[in-house]
């Protein structure tokens, strides 16, 4: 995704959704990561302008890092480290708002940014390092669920369909954004855990560890911006999705791979 990008025929379309988003990949990569954000976003603008089409670049609730406004909304700047470990990522979304504004303003693109609060449902990687798979799998191994810190920090999760029905209504509208799509619904990571725990079926435990550097002590989107201009809020509660997910890695077809040591939840 950092090479220049060419596609024959018309496009209408152009969605810019690539880039690692697991602490496990972003910390592994930090270097491709602000490259994708970059070097990314600017090819794909590129072929959006070449072809007329309207741009959608998917951003995060990452670029509001440790907020000091709760909930957030779209207006709020954020609490970002520049230089802290978790800011490749941060930052390489927050440049990638910047550039698709420029774009915009400047030569008249036709561009949406979409804010993605902690996205979850079948088909993660049991690997993929964030909380959700990695409770899910320790709780189907009988380990102990790794929650790190005491666990209050918060988190507004949202079921991979929803999501999925929030950018494309962005796409389909012609709202510039930036828009949140995410779950209103904010729980302790440690009644998240817990969850889990019950919805396995098995018995389970906790055992805290040490939580990462700039973990945001909270999270939750103020959606209000999504619910007037797109018609959009999430269908699928917790325990529905959850039960799904989890039954997904119950599939004999789901990869299994030894998981890092890692417990965020990121957009």
Known sequence: MTD?????GPVDLVLHLASAASPADYLRLPIET?????????HALGLAVDKGARFVLASTSEVYGDPLQ???????????????PRSVYDEAKRYAEALTTAYRMSRGTDTAIVRI?????P????????????????????????????????????????????????????APGPVNIGGPLELPVIDLAKTIIELSGLPGSI??????????????????LAQELLDWTPRVELREGMARTI???RSPLAPERPAPRYGDISG
């Not at 220049?4 to 024959?8: A, K, R």
């Not at 602000?34 to 600017?42: A, E, F, I, R």
């Open 4 to 8: 220049f990008v060419h596609v024959p």
């Open 34 to 42: 602000l490259k994708v954000g970059s070097l990314g976003t600017l």
């Open 70 to 84: 709760h909930p957030q909304s779209e207006a709020y700047w954020g609490n970002v480290n520049p230089v802290g």
């Open 117 to 121: 609060f902690n996205t979850y449902g």
């Open 123 to 174: 088909r993660m990687r049991p690997d993929d390092g964030r909380a959700i798979p990695t409770f899910i799998r320790q709780a189907l191994a009988g380990e102990p669920l790794s929650v790190t810190g005491d666990g209050s920090q918060t988190r507004s999760v949202c079921y991979v369909d929803d999501t999925i029905r929030g950018i494309l209504a962005l796409a389909e509208s012609h």
């Open 207 to 224: 055992r805290h560890i040490e939580r990462p550097v700039d973990d945001p002590r909270m999270r939750r989107p103020d959606t209000t």
């Open 247 to 249: 039954a997904s890695f």
